[in-house]
């Protein structure tokens, strides 16, 4: 099975190198500065307890890949590019291409399939950083994350099982799940808090808008009747897996919305996180006052490429009160 990683930022450069590197056929798509530094360098990869630079093939158009029928790919670009990933995809691979969407949300798999038949649902826990063109670093080792997959919205099949393997055999810790839509929508609910590190900066502990944040999203998915995996089976798969260290004597910083605020991207993935909220709480009649504020907030400060924490707890919550 030959493995493209579309996106070679903080999870793409992870998934991609490690598989790499424990011999599996992979090439990264990866575009702009990044994609020039790892065509010079390779993947710089960084962990707790290790650095090493990896050779892994990298294009930067979909274009310059002969795909085979057999092919599969990771789309690891954040949910605001998917449609332009997918879009260009098709315009050169076979529609029998397995898409294997290892992003944020629920919302790319519904891109996926209305241009692939074969779309798996990824869900990723998995602490990596992207803040330089061409170094990833991973947060947790010797297992990096934990990265489970299933057809979308259910099911399972042999290539599931054996992108699961691989991943296994390579730093992360993969089960194939016939509920992968139970999983991604459970890791969405925990993703609420992205808006908030982005907005006030990272905390400590999760505060009083993280948790403001929680009780709406699990109030609008119950609405909808849509099941999620809760915070104690989260765990319980987490277990001891997961064991995050500094890497150096660099601090880690914050999450995926997070970086995407330093990095200076002008735009960031709140809207199908965040987003996805808001919308079904009004589609289903549900008040969702705080997630609505941190997606607005989330928005401006990419719009206007300003750094994570502009404001803190205390005002976002002095906002919501003043309406």
């Given amino acids: 099975m030959r493995i493209v990683v579309f996106g070679a930022g903080a ?70 590019d998917t449609l332009w990933a997918l879009n260009r995809l098709a315009d050169v691979a076979p529609a029998t291409t397995g898409i294997v969407c290892a992003q944020n949300g629920v919302e790319n798999e519904r891109v996926a399939l209305r241009l692939f038949r074969d779309v798996y649902g990824m869900c990723v826990i998995c602490p990596a950083t992207h803040l330089e063109p061409g170094v990833v670093q991973a947060s947790s080792s010797p297992v990096h994350g934990l990265m489970d997959v299933g057809r979308w919205p259910e099911g399972l099949d042999e290539r599931a099982r054996e992108l699961a393997d691989a991943l296994s055999s390579a730093h992360f810790d993969s089960v194939p799940r016939a509920d992968i839509a139970r999983w991604k929508w459970g890791k969405l609910l925990s993703n609420l808090g992205n808006a908030v590190e982005a907005v006030c900066g990272p905390m400590d502990k999760p505060g009083t808008l993280v948790s403001r944040a929680l009780g709406e999203g699990q109030a609008v998915l119950r609405e909808a009747g849509i099941e999620f995996v809760g915070h104690d089976e989260e765990s319980l798969r987490r277990a001891q897996l997961l064991n995050v260290r500094p890497i150096g004597d660099s601090p880690r910083g914050g999450g995926s919305t997070w970086q995407s605020l330093v990095r200076a991207t002008g735009a960031v993935e709140t809207d199908y996180l965040t987003g996805e909220i808001v919308m079904l709480g009004r589609l289903h009649g549900v008040a969702t006052p705080v997630n609505d504020l941190l997606q607005r907030l989330a928005g401006q400060l990419a719009r206007e490429r300003r750094g994570p924490g502009a404001w803190s707890e205390d005002q976002v919550l002095t906002m919501l009160a003043s309406g």
């Fill in 11 to 80: 999870i793409g450069g992870v998934i991609g190198a490690r598989l790499f590197q424990h011999g599996h056929d992979v090439t990264l798509i990866a575009r702009g500065d990044n994609f020039a530094a790892l065509a010079s360098h390779g993947v710089r990869l960084e962990t707790p307890d290790e650095t090493l630079t990896l050779p892994v093939p990298v294009i930067d158009d979909p274009g310059a890949f002969t795909f085979s029928n057999d092919d599969l790919v990771i789309v690891t670009v954040k949910s605001q």
